[in-house]
């Protein structure tokens, strides 16, 4: 969708996250907007938290402090980066009791595992190891490979212990990644804390995860999609909404003339050579536009529709993968 450079004045421009192509900027109208005598000022502010960059823009000096250190709360206790987390604990020791937040966020995961086929699967950790996406070292695994690690994969194979709050690997060499889910769950507790402290306006983009609070001066947030390859795909208005894309373009290597993305199959335990090139899911809340958005990347082209109908009251822009232009 076209829009003139004229009426806009970019607050945010791209948030480019080093490998992000596939990003969400936002804008507002180009001069400053008068309201009761006083111009309307919206502070913004950006932090690098959970491997991304961190926008904040809202008229509440204070709103940027409140999410940064709501993101890095999250990021200390389910990075599988951090040593200290409880994720990687559980990683290391294959069965711990875990805070009820840790246990409510993998609860969750499992959940979508099974509303979306079995395509959002936080076991995929020891995939990812395997592609060489946890260190950069890419690496195409041979198929035996591939079927050694896929026995440690499938939300299956995870123990719930509700009583007590215990996660539990059935198999030795099992690992859970929440990748796909922490910065969605990250923006919904960062809305919690600035409600609490009485901010109902804010816009928080975590490259590419959005959180639009309340309004901009009376006005929805206006958002602003970017496909791939620098295209402005389509403009959203949010009001209390979160929207999250996932794309084949956002971290991925070349071996020969294939791109292989981050986001895997764990049914084939390959990276998901999708139809889809990017998905932008806008849900009530973060942590379930974060999750959809990346199982739509894995169900690709022929198996989206059956997601969607599932979830009527999210909204899917999807682009697909045009073929002549696949690399
Ligand atoms: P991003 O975090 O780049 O915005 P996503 O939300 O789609 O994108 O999450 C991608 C990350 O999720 C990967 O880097 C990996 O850690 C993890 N992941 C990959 N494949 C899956 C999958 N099928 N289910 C759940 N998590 C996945
Ligand atoms: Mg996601």
């Excluded at 936080?122 to 896929?150: M, R």
């Excluded at 208005?237 to 999250?244: Q, V």
Aim: hydrophobic share 40%; proline share 3%.
């Amino acid at each position: 969708m076209a829009f003139s450079p004229k009426t806009r004045k970019i607050l945010v421009v791209f948030l480019i996250t080093g490998w992000s192509l596939t990003l969400i900027y936002y804008f507002t109208q180009s001069k400053p907007l008068k309201h009761s005598q006083q111009t309307k000022q919206l502070f913004s502010d950006n932090r690098l938290l959970m491997g991304t960059f961190w926008q904040v823009s809202s008229a509440d000096k204070q709103a940027a402090e409140i999410v940064f250190s709501e993101a890095s709360r999250i990021e200390q206790l389910l990075s599988k980066y951090i040593q200290t987390s409880e994720v990687f604990q559980l990683n290391r020791l294959g069965k711990l009791k875990v805070s009820p937040e840790t246990f409510y966020i993998i609860k969750q995961s499992l959940e979508f595992y099974s509303q979306t086929f079995g395509a959002f699967d936080i076991t995929v950790a020891p995939l990812i190891d395997l592609w060489g996406f946890t260190n950069q070292k890419y690496h195409i695994p041979s198929d035996k490979e591939i079927e050694s690690v896929l026995n440690l994969v499938g939300n299956d194979k995870i123990i719930l212990h509700e009583k007590d709050n215990v996660v539990e690997f059935k198999i030795p060499g099992m690992k859970i990644d929440l990748g796909a889910i922490a910065k969605g769950y990250a923006l919904d507790c960062a809305v919690k804390k600035l409600k609490e402290h009485k901010i109902d306006n804010c816009l928080i983009n975590a490259g590419g995860q959005i959180y639009a609070l309340g309004d901009n001066f009376g006005q929805s947030w206006r958002i602003a999609i970017r496909g791939i390859k620098y295209k402005v795909e389509g403009t959203l208005r949010l009001k209390n909404k979160s929207a999250s894309t996932s794309g084949n373009y956002e971290q991925f290597f070349f071996k020969g003339q294939k791109r292989y993305c981050h986001i895997l199959n764990p049914k084939t335990g390959y990276p998901v050579d999708s139809s889809i090139a990017s998905a932008t899911v806008v849900c009530d809340t973060g942590l379930e536009a974060d999750a959809l958005s990346t199982a739509i990347l894995v169900l690709g082209k022929d198996r989206k529709n059956a997601l969607i109908r599932k979830f009527p009251k999210a909204k899917f822009y999807i682009q697909e993968e045009n073929p002549h232009e696949k690399q």
